[in-house]
């Protein structure tokens, strides 16, 4: 339906007409991004959310009409008629360079101050003050297109999830508090004094309740809050492409979820995606990069030194070796002339930032090899070092020991990232999908000498660990998968238990008494007691998936009204302070924090 301001319809957007278009009178409205009075002609670039068209005003426009133009500044909102003509002065830079409206009707429907900031991409405004005046930053046509896409993203999710059976469910924003992992925002009842809602940290429990209740496959586009501290590829609030479907198993959540990932990535960036992903367990992730959600667009994979090392007198490694650790490496290829001695220190405070004790370092260049550990070794280690790391010359060699070997492997994999942006060997323009399965179900903790669960307590062993539940919990392999893009985790999800008494057990095994159990989740547990279909399920966040496919740095450029670090919104300035008498039908009281 077109829009019409007294008497004026508009006939399409700016950036829709082309040459083809002569001769044609159009209505078009928008805000006036640049005005140029030359005088006897005048220019108006009109922006809209599509993008920019030329108005012009000359010597044949009726007098009254020029001289509005003559009074229109930046951020005017204009509606104008006029006849598609060509330009004599073409701009090959916007898709509508080659024409211009012959403006007849001008009106001014609404005067602008003179902004804090240029509307436009090159504008160099602290990013705390665009974000005060978020209304006025997203006219930008940069963020446009980045609000846009994740609109047609949106789209395309819902129409394909409709054809693949699944039905759209809105679960509760409201819920009830069952912490497990970040904290919940908690919402204070009226009502029922003294008690709270929670804000859901996702549709988990819901989801699989309309399992339960016969839906077969759920889908939503949920909105998910967390209390946690926030960095560039997270948000308090958040958007998750939440699924659950019953009658399956891992085979069909994965190939349901590569289907979506092929479809999305064809129809918005015309991006082939080759069908099966790539897979690697957890072991082997964290074996050859140190992380769970590798980058694998470029190599530099981690290399275990420790077998040869292993008789060394350098006490560094010898006792990290015998302290039940390891000793670790990455090759920078090309990396001798970047990284020289001083780069190398940063990167030393960068490694004992991280839990590094320290980092030992070689250098091969044109003159010879040097490093800080080769006094230690006999030549025929520091040789069969080196070679195993795969070093010539010009390359260096990071190499971490600790006696955790999940320390070495985690800040290892964390530099060999820093390297990679360093020497710049990451392909900007490859999308790099995989699934890491094969999940441990419990993770040691080498301080506390137990273990502790990976995954939230409803997630599924595998059918054949089952049997070590009780007797050695390191073989016990959860039916969890994620799915990483370019080392940014999309996606995370499992098999669900739907066996009351596996259930129970796994809560005791997390330290749950069963009146702990029975008054958290014993509305689920209850539900599985009246025939639960075997189902499973995941969530993949929207957020990220347009920041990734738009090959940005930060979810704030793909959030309308984003957060900053600290969780406030400079907009509105909130969280802000409320009535006491809110407060008191509320039956709180806030206690006074004291000043540091």
Same mark, same amino acid.
């Not at 694998?296 to 290399?303: A, C, K, L, N, V």
């Given at each position: ?481 994620? /799915? %990483?893009?370019?080392?940014?985790? $999309?996606? #995370? ?6 066996? =009351?008494? *596996? @259930? ?40 990220? /998936? %347009?920041?990734?496919?738009?090959? $940005?740095? #930060? ?6 009204? =984003?957060? *900053? @670090? ?31």
């Amino acid at each position: 339906m077109a829009e019409t301001i007294k008497g004026l319809e508009r006939t399409d957007y700016c950036a829709s007409f082309r040459l083809e278009d002569a001769g044609k009178e159009v209505t078009v409205f928008g805000w006036a991004q640049k005005q140029r009075d030359l005088g006897s002609l005048i220019f108006i670039d009109l922006r809209d959310r599509s993008g920019v068209l030329q108005l012009a005003f000359d010597e044949s426009t009726e007098k009254s009409v020029f001289e509005k133009a003559a009074k229109v500044r930046s951020e005017f909102v204009l509606a104008a008629r006029g006849i598609v003509r060509e330009r004599s002065n073409k701009n090959k830079e916007i898709p509508t360079g080659d024409i211009e409206v012959d403006v007849k009707e001008l009106r001014i429907l609404s005067e602008s101050e003179t902004p804090p900031f240029a509307i436009d991409d090159k504008c160099n405004a602290s990013e705390l003050n665009r974000l005060k005046y978020r209304y006025l930053d997203l006219r930008r046509p940069s963020l446009q297109n980045n609000i846009l896409m994740r609109h047609k993203i949106t789209k395309i999710t819902r129409d394909y999830f409709d054809e693949n059976g699944f039905i759209e469910i809105e679960t509760p924003m409201l819920i009830k508090s069952t912490p497990e992992g970040a904290r919940d925002f908690l919402v204070p009842s009226r009502i029922h004094g003294g008690k709270f809602y929670a804000l859901p940290q996702s549709p988990q429990l819901y989801k699989q309740l309309s399992m339960v209740a016969g839906f077969d496959r759920y889908m939503q586009i949920a909105r998910c809050f967390r209390d946690e501290d926030l960095r560039a590829d997270r948000q308090p609030e958040f958007t998750q492409i939440d699924l659950e479907m019953s009658f399956v198993d891992v085979e069909d959540v994965i190939e349901i979820g590569e289907g979506y990932i092929k479809r999305v990535f064809k129809e918005v960036l015309d991006e082939d995606i080759s069908l099966p992903l790539p897979r690697l367990s957890y072991n082997e992730a964290m074996e050859r990069y140190g992380t769970d959600k590798p980058d694998t667009r470029y190599g530099m994979e981690i290399i275990n030194l420790t077998d040869i090392l292993k008789d060394s007198e350098f006490i560094v490694f010898k006792s990290a070796i015998d302290g039940g650790g390891s000793v670790r490496c990455i090759t920078a290829k090309g990396g001798a002339d970047i990284y020289k001695r001083k780069v190398i220190d940063r990167l030393t405070e960068t490694a004992k930032g991280i839990g590094a004790k320290g980092l030992a370092w070689a250098r091969l260049t044109a003159d010879g090899t040097s490093s800080s550990f080769a006094k230690f070794l006999s030549e025929e280690q520091m040789s069969a070092l080196l070679e195993r790391a795969g070093a010539e010359t010009g390359d260096a060699v990071f190499i971490i020991a600790d006696a955790n070997d999940a320390n070495v492997l985690s800040i290892l994999g964390a530099l060999r990232q820093e390297v990679a942006k360093k020497l710049n060997i990451i392909p900007e323009d490859k999308f790099n999908l995989l699934w890491i399965v094969d999940f441990p179900f419990f993770d040691y903790d080498k301080e506390t000498d137990d273990y502790v669960a990976m995954h939230h307590p409803f997630t599924a062993p595998k059918d054949e660990s089952i049997e070590y539940l009780g007797t050695d919990k390191s073989k016990v392999i959860a039916k969890a998968y994620d /799915l %990483v893009l370019n080392g940014v985790e $999309l996606a #995370s999800g499992s098999i669900r238990i739907t066996d =009351p008494e *596996l @259930q129970g057990k796994m809560f005791d095994m997390l330290g749950l008494s069963k009146e702990e159990a029975q008054e958290k989740f014993g509305f689920l547990t209850n539900a599985f007691k009246y025939g639960a279909p075997p189902h499973g399920g995941m969530g993949l966040g929207l957020d990220r /998936l %347009v920041m990734q496919m738009l090959r $940005l740095d #930060s979810l704030r450029d793909v959030v309308a009204y =984003p957060k *900053l @670090q600290n969780a406030s919104e400079p907009m509105t300035e909130c969280p802000a302070a409320v009535d006491e008498e809110q407060l008191d039908v509320l039956n709180i009281a806030v206690k006074e924090i004291e000043e540091e």
